[in-house]
């Protein structure tokens, strides 16, 4: 294994290091004060102008798409090869959209480019791409315990050119948005199929479908993510037609392990930029903050924090690459084990690493000056997203006492 950068890979990380340094890290103030006066004005969710101006700044500068691995609608990289870019994108709240690296986009396009026929493709993902409309991910329900896709109730019913959804769908994330034209939507087509991992079946939901209603906004720790915002959406009697399905009836599950993988190991990415940010933000702030009449950075239990966090963060940053060389050279599937792994070890990492900082700022810490209380909620809540860690360190586990047991 040689996780060395490449020479690609160097010159990219250098400018996307510029860019994030002369506009983006400037802009997060403009882009709060700009959704905050979109709220006082009644109306948080729309677009602002700001990461509107920086994506379009972004893409004239070739700094776009950088994911998508083996695909010729990508930037050629790797997933190796773009781990490096993803994290120093994950340093801010806004980064990953500014170079249309965002999920559940990069998810759904990635569903797209493996699964979508050409007619798909040209209807969703050509914009997805250019970056005009945004899209959501619905698969997790309000009434079921959604860790456990098979449990999912939500029904995919055929009429004749057409098929009929009918469900209830929470934490569709990018749903608030103005721009979310399209969801790539997870139900039940054969309930009764007696391998109960072909019952399920993916398909594509305009947003503006009649029966499609958005029922609310879902807050996360107290946060709207707007104009992002995660989505409750009832669909009652949402016809779409037959040609919307992907890849066909019972493949609900192979399409779900294709995108989750590489939309796992992207969250990990930009979680490792995330910690490397709190922990710069703690050595500053302990070398600044004075107590007991010395600086805070002089005292034993910040030292250990602080020399914890980089062994932390450097953990993580070596498992996220050995998962990424995996999925490169073995695929998806057979690196199934390793990104299980980052999926636990990264938001956990990157929750501590942040919850340290907190501690480092004092009361500083828990309010929105310094951006930790966000970092340390949007950690939190990866715990949870694609899965939780009870499912993963499940699958881990399972897949090490399997190399223990006999052959049948």
Known sequence: MDFAYSEKTRALRERVSRFMEENVYPAEAVFAAEVQENRRAGNPWQPTRIVEELKAKARAEGLWNLFLPESEFGAGLSNLEYAPLAEIMGRSFIGPEVFNCNAPDTGNMEVLVRYGSPEQQREWLYP????????????????????????????????????????????????????????????????????????????????????????????????????????????????????????????????????LGPGRIHHCMRLIGLAERALERMCRRSLERVAFGRPIAEQSVTLERIANARILIDQTRWLVLNAAFMMD???????????????????????????????????????????????????????????????????????????YKAPN
Not at 332 to 353: D, L, S, T
Request: hydrophobic share 40%; aromatic share 8%; proline share 5%.
């Open 329 to 403: 050279t073995v695929g998806n599937k057979a690196a199934r084990k390793e990104i299980a792994m980052i999926k636990v070890a990264a938001p956990n990492m990157a929750g501590q690493v942040v919850d340290w900082a907190m501690q480092a700022h004092g009361g500083a810490g828990v309010c929105d000056d310094f951006g930790l209380a966000y970092a340390w909620a949007q950690a939190r809540t990866l715990r949870f997203a694609d899965g939780p860690d009870e499912v993963h360190r499940s699958q881990i586990g399972r897949l090490e006492l399997g190399r």
């Open 128 to 259: 997805l791409l250019e970056g005009t409309i945004r899209s959501g991910f619905a698969m997790t329900e309000p009434g079921v315990a959604s860790s456990d896709a098979t449990n999912i109730e939500s029904r995919i019913v055929r009429d004749g050119d057409h098929y009929v959804i009918d469900g209830r769908k929470w934490w569709t994330s990018g749903a608030g948005d103005p721009r979310c034209r399209i969801l790539i939507f997870m139900g039940k087509t054969s309930p009764d199929h007696p391998d109960r991992y072909r019952q399920q079946s993916m398909i594509l939901v305009p947003m503006d479908t009649p029966g499609v209603r958005v029922v609310r906004q879902l807050p996360v720790f107290g946060y709207d993510d707007a104009p992002h915002g995660h989505s409750e959406i009832e669909f009652r009697k949402v016809r779409v037609p037959a040609s919307n399905l992907l890849l066909g009836e019972g493949r609900g599950f192979e399409i779900a392990q294709g995108r």
